[in-house]
Nanobody, 119 residues
Framework: QVHLVESGGGLVQAGGSMRLSCAASGRTLSNYVMAWFRQAPGKAREFLAAIRWSGGNTNYVDSVKGRFTISRDNAKNTLYLQMNSLKPDDTAVYSC????????????WGQGTQVTVSS
């Protein structure tokens, strides 16, 4: 079982930056893909970015390319999401998730952290 705990959310002004963290424990992550998702009120959960823990290959949804960066620290077993040029539309609960490489579904989820971007 992979246990995930997010941190780093809060309130930021439009145009500002914020970094989210996701501390992982319970399993060696070398065979996992880690990702960030978000869900705004009244909207479906949205995939943002993913990273292959071993190798660091990344992919992003088009709407955040160039503004958000996903990364990981192997030594700390921590996933990050650096968010720049934030907009009010980025307001949502942000969650990290993990899945075994080559599987379809993200089986492990954090509790989520609220990010609010004021205009």
């Amino acid at each position: 079982q992979v246990h995930l705990v997010e941190s780093g959310g809060g309130l930021v002004q439009a145009g500002g930056s914020m970094r989210l963290s996701c501390a992982a424990s319970g399993r060696t992550l070398s065979n996992y893909v880690m990702a960030w998702f978000r869900q705004a009120p009244g909207k479906a959960r949205e995939f943002l970015a993913a990273i292959r823990w071993s190798g660091g290959n990344t992919n992003y949804v088009d709407s955040v390319k160039g503004r958000f960066t996903i990364s990981r620290d192997n030594a700390k077993n921590t996933l990050y999401l650096q968010m720049n040029s934030l907009k009010p539309d980025d307001t949502a609960v942000y969650s990290c998730a993990a899945k075994v490489l080559a599987t379809m579904d993200y089986a492990h989820w954090g509790q989520g952290t609220q990010v609010t971007v004021s205009s």
